[in-house]
């Protein structure tokens, strides 16, 4: 993934609510048909960045199997900053786009 790309797809994924990590990794996979595969070794590292960040915010909680589980969820600047790279995002894809043409034929 191009640098960044995680956080983005975190962020994108805590719209919807609060999540722990399991959950967070299992909807980025399953939204993105099982292209993107979020280990476990790059996706806690990148919510412990975002946390420092003030762009996500946790605490602890009870899971779906009733187990302790550690909730993240979205802040207001996390709000923001997901814009700004939404942004950058569909910048970089529109110049790849010109870079390798309509066309790969």
């Avoid at 099982?34 to 602890?60: F, K, M, T």
Wanted: charged residues 25%; neutral net charge.
């Amino acid at each position: 993934m191009l640098k960044g790309t995680l956080d983005m797809l975190v962020l994108r994924t805590l719209i919807m609510g609060p999540a722990h990590g399991h959950t967070i990794a299992h909807v980025i996979e399953h939204t993105s048909e099982n292209v993107l595969d979020v280990e476990q070794g790059s996706l806690y590292p990148a919510l412990h960045r975002l946390e420092e960040r003030g762009w996500v915010s946790s605490y602890w909680g009870v899971s779906e199997n009733n187990r302790k589980a550690k909730f993240y969820q979205l802040t207001a600047i996390g709000r923001k900053q997901l814009v700004a790279e939404a942004g950058r995002w569909r910048q970089i894809v529109e110049a790849i786009g010109r870079v390798m043409g309509e066309s790969l034929d």
